[in-house]
């Protein structure tokens, strides 16, 4: 662990354990009760009511602390770890190690997620209605709503139960948020309507104009858009998203699909259930992803394109054709991930020749 002055701060770096001015864990908790929470199996059942204190890094973790240990390519963190519990699999608890009690899980990524949720469950926000902030007298707020200070909500508003809006959301009249739903600071939404359990970071605009114009004699004629911005249930949207509204239909996200930080989504695009779209991806207009689609960071999709269910793109790639639903693409343009690995040998063959 390494000391950082920051001004007159002094900064631990690289500890072992979470900041506890932000992050307080839960617990703790009985080894045998983890493994019940995920369907595991102990290792070692004699160490069933051995006690467990916070999650860490396997390199880091103490004997108090629980880690994860889910590609053969850590074996020897593995190895050296000093944790006192090692979510994995039967395979890899085979792997040499200083003699941790083992989780066994089918899934070991996911079953450390969800024992994450269980030492650092989602943040408990007030439910009451700050008295800086501006409601419209029409609007509907469900019962065990928090709005913190700053937030404007228009009219005809209607917000579902247990919704937490953070400082300074603005919230368009006639907007419709589902149950359970939390909206990050400083986003703006209009023309939309949000289903449950929607997750919302900081800074995100969701409803705006989108990127539609014709030329005219006297220069730009902005399209009309009069669409909307229609976001499932259980979908996750990063930090400062844009999300733009149909112009003559909807701009459309489907239940449970995962949007990183810093993603474009065009006027009029149309994104299926469980997709996931990592930072920096940009979808233009009128694009129609599947069920189930992986989009790499950095993507760029044409406008217009259909990316079939469970179809797979490479990050940094751009898309200018459609991909066939379960097919695996990469490259710009984009081509399936075996012609561009075939395509990138032959370029540095060729790149070799010449120096020679």
Request: hydrophobic residues 45%; proline residues 3%.
């Amino acid at each position: 662990m390494a000391n950082v002055f920051h001004g007159s701060l002094r900064i631990h770096v690289g500890a072992r354990m979470s900041d506890g001015r932000f992050f307080r864990p839960e617990g703790p908790f009985a080894l045998a009760f983890l493994a019940d929470s995920v369907g595991g199996q102990l290792a070692q059942p004699e160490r069933a009511n051995q006690l467990v204190h916070d999650i860490a890094e396997l390199e880091k973790a103490g004997e108090d602390d629980l880690s994860l240990f889910c590609d053969v390519r850590h074996a020897a963190a593995f190895a050296r770890s000093h944790a006192g519990v090692v979510v994995t699999s039967s395979r890899l608890g085979d792997y040499p190690h200083n003699g941790s009690a083992l989780i066994l899980a089918a899934n070991p990524r996911l079953a450390f997620a969800q024992l994450g949720r269980l030492f650092y469950p989602a943040a408990k926000h007030k439910n009451s209605v700050h008295v800086n902030a501006s409601v419209a007298s029409s609007a509907s707020i469900g019962t065990g709503t928090g709005i913190e200070t700053g937030a404007v909500i228009g009219e005809n508003v209607v917000i579902g139960a247990g919704c937490h809006i953070a400082a300074n959301v603005v919230i368009g009249d006639g907007v419709m948020i589902g149950a359970g739903t939390a909206i990050g600071p400083n986003c703006s939404i209009s023309n939309a309507v949000i289903g449950d359990a929607v997750k919302i970071s900081a800074n995100v605009s969701i409803g705006g104009e989108g990127f539609g114009f014709v030329p005219g004699p006297k220069g730009l004629v902005r399209l009309s858009h009069i669409g909307r911005v229609v976001i499932g249930n259980g979908v996750e949207i990063g930090d400062n998203c844009a999300i733009d509204r149909g112009a003559l239909g909807d701009t459309i996200i489907g239940d449970h699909t995962a949007i990183d930080n810093l993603v474009q989504i065009g006027h009029n695009v149309r994104i299926g259930k469980n997709c996931v779209l990592a930072g920096q991806a940009g979808v233009a207009g009128s694009a129609v992803l599947g069920d189930y689609v992986m989009v790499g960071g950095g993507v760029s999709i044409s406008d217009h394109l259909t990316i079939g269910d469970g179809a797979k793109i490479a990050g940094k790639s751009g898309v200018m054709r459609d991909v066939a639903a379960g097919e695996t693409v990469a490259g710009y343009p984009a081509v399936p991930v075996r012609q561009w690995h075939r395509q990138s040998a032959m370029l540095n063959r060729l790149s070799k020749r010449e120096k020679e």
